[in-house]
């Protein structure tokens, strides 16, 4: 069983567009995660919530809207694509706000590529 | 900006050798965790090691283990008998107790030689 999946896993789309990744857990935690990670592997938190509340946004352009239906599922839609959004979006979760000793749980990642 | 720093890009290890991954970090809390996560081509994020600030002894999980000077604030993991499977992209992030967001640092490519 898949703990944490996204789709889809490859995007490939043209500079303008506007596309959404989705992602959705099934550990029964409250709190996910979006991560970027760039052409060089670094690795960057966008976006944290917890019960479906934004509680972290890291100076995210207003492009990206994450959108928290219920608690096991959080989406990242992407209006305008830029050439610089290409990179592997992360989606991760962990069982409760402020219990930083838990280990977050990645998904596969979703490779988009903007030309 | 509190950062992790692996100043090692790439790191190679003859199989069944042992090899150690280098991390420092920075931070103004007493109370934080610390992780090594291994990333394969396949892109998957595998944790491989976790360690509690407060906790001084050093955590060890079979052929891994880490070595922590909270005073220095370093973090090194030690891999021990390499195998062929430990091939990967290895990162080092600090998880606080205020944000619950992990910070990574840049990541060291590990290949390993049969």
């Known amino acids: 069983d898949t703990a944490v999946s996204q789709t889809p896993k490859y995007l490939v789309t043209q500079m303008g567009n506007d596309k959404s990744i989705k992602c959705e857990q099934n550990?029964?935690?409250?709190?996910m995660y979006w991560y970027k990670q760039d052409s060089k592997k670094f690795l960057k938190i966008m976006f944290s919530?917890?019960?479906?509340?934004?509680?972290i946004n890291e100076t995210v352009p207003n492009r990206f809207s994450p959108k928290s239906p219920d608690k096991a599922h959080l989406n990242l839609h992407i209006n305008s694509l830029e050439l610089g959004d290409s990179a592997v979006y992360f989606c991760a979760s962990s069982p409760r706000w402020g219990q930083h000793e838990h280990e977050q749980y990645f998904g596969p990642g979703t490779r988009l590529t903007v030309t | 900006a509190q950062t992790v720093t692996q100043s090692q890009p790439e790191m190679s290890v003859q199989e069944a050798e042992t090899v150690t991954l280098s991390c420092t970090y920075d931070?103004?809390?007493?109370?934080?965790?610390l992780f090594w996560y291994k990333q394969p081509p396949s892109r998957q994020m595998i944790l491989v090691i976790r360690q509690e600030a407060y906790k001084q002894q050093n955590a060890t999980e079979n052929r891994f283990s880490v070595n922590f000077q909270k005073a220095a604030k370093s973090f090194s993991l030690k891999i021990s008998d390499s195998q062929l499977g430990d091939a990967a992209m290895y990162f080092c992030?600090?998880?606080?107790?205020?944000?619950?967001?992990?910070?990574f640092g840049g990541g060291t490519r590990l290949m390993v030689k049969p």
């Open positions: 919530y917890n019960n479906k509340e934004l509680i």
């Open positions: 931070t103004s809390e007493s109370d934080y965790y």
């Open positions: 550990l029964g935690h409250d709190t």
């Open positions: 992030a600090r998880q606080d107790n205020a944000g619950n967001m992990l910070t």
